[in-house]
């Protein structure tokens, strides 16, 4: 019946929460299942290893719990896509916060302290999305969005942080079809052209965010797009 269909932006928001979820279920899935020598490898974030690495997503998961509790009144002033900051240039590793987040990884020791932190602050990370509010607006980094554009943009956050996690690890599973297509959609919105369609997602978000660089055929395929390369996300 017409009448008990919800709301298009209802729906765009549970998709939201759907890919949401899955994409970060699959991460901590892959972080649960990394043997403990994979913690010393190198990560694809400059200048991170692999324990780096879990730690910061530890402290977005954090930020996930504390954006879904901090209400805003004003309108919003992003969306998922607008919520992304394009930098000039590449990460050095060299950034404080980066640093930071090197010696706080350090801290933990043993694996298994990351493992269990990830799986006790994540899962609650997941919980809060599914029972955020669609329409709730939100403040983070001083801005405002809704809670179901927040969402959507962390799709990407995880998806590309999954490719990072297995950049130097064959074992480990790659991201979720739909959360690679989404990020995807979401990269090409932020750079205001499409990918070429020979580009499947995973490279497309690889080589569009500097994780690698093109190769020759592919500098031929992305033509002009290729000078704007890479798009830096912060």
Sequence with gaps: MPGNRPPV??????????????SWAALRTAVADLADEDFAQPSGCTGWLVRDLVCHLVIDAQDVL?????PADSEPTR???????????????DDPLDALIVRLAAA???????????????????????FADPALRVSTRDEVLTAG????????????????????LADVAEPPAEGLARSRELLEKIAGAAFPASFP?????????????????????????????PFVLG
């Design 149 to 168: 554009d927040y969402l959507a943009a962390y799709v990407l956050e995880w998806t590309l942080h999954h490719l990072d996690l297995a950049a130097h």
């Design 9 to 22: 932006g209802r729906c765009c928001y549970l998709a939201a929460v759907d890919l949401f979820s899955r």
């Design 66 to 70: 504390i954006t879904l509790v901090t």
């Design 201 to 229: 997602d995973k490279d497309a978000l690889l080589v569009g965010t500097g994780r690698r660089p093109p190769t020759d055929a592919e500098k031929s395929d992305l033509g002009e797009l290729a000078a704007r390369l």
């Design 79 to 93: 969306d998922a896509v607008s919520y992304w900051e394009v930098a000039d240039t590449p990460p050095t590793g």
């Design 108 to 130: 933990y020791e043993e694996p298994w302290l990351l493992k269990f932190h990830l799986d006790d602050v994540g899962s609650a990370a997941g919980r809060a999305a599914e």
